[in-house]
């Protein structure tokens, strides 16, 4: 009996570990919070220096006959979709799908469990270009693109650090699928 009695006094008590534990966002997710601030940031950098140091449609030569910044702006969707289309509230309509977008990506990131950390860190790259884009269209209208990569007369579609950030965390969602071979959704 004594003996009971000794392992319960020396029990710790942990009632006020797992309240601050609910407070903070856990260690293991905090990628998640850091990582689409940090794409974000640089996102928005990137673009302001463009804005004030190479005037719309202009180019700069970085790598002769194979890379450029070039000032573009994209009024459209990915990949200058809709960019030459004109039609009433095209950006309000275009920023109200990406922000359900980025929504339902927010919440489907939330449910993933603490083991899918490849799948966890893509989807934060894509909240964090997503949300870099949103901001351009809700500010000005379009979106900044700047990345011009081409080859001789062959170019592909400019981009810019938010596109960058979308493409990798597709990348590594396909390869996180491809290497668990069950899908990414599947929850422990």
């Known amino acids: ?22 407070a903070a966002p856990a260690p293991q997710r905090l990628i998640e919070f850091l990582l689409p601030l940090v794409i974000v940031g640089v996102d928005q950098w990137t673009k302001a220096m463009v804005r004030a140091s190479v005037p719309v449609h202009d180019s700069v030569t970085v790598i002769p006959g194979l890379f450029d910044i070039t000032h573009a702006l994209n009024s459209g969707a990915a ?21 359900a977008a980025l929504i339902g990506v927010g919440m489907y ?23 870099g884009n949103l901001i351009d269209r809700v500010l000005t209208g379009s979106v900044v693109d700047f990345v011009d990569v081409y080859w001789r007369t062959h170019h592909f579609w400019a981009f810019n650090v938010a596109d960058s950030a979308i493409s990798v965390g597709v990348t590594m969602l396909i390869l996180d699928m491809l290497t668990t071979g069950t899908h990414v959704s599947k929850t422990v």
């Open 1 to 22: 009996m004594d003996n009971t009695l000794d392992e319960i006094r020396l029990k710790p008590d942990t009632t006020g570990e797992q309240e601050a534990t609910a």
């Open 79 to 99: 990949f200058g979709i809709l960019n030459g289309a004109d039609f009433p509230y095209k950006t309000v309509i275009i920023a109200v799908i990406a922000t």
């Open 109 to 131: 990131a939330a449910s993933l469990s603490h083991h899918q950390l490849v799948a966890r860190i893509g989807l934060a790259l894509i909240i964090g270009g997503a949300a």
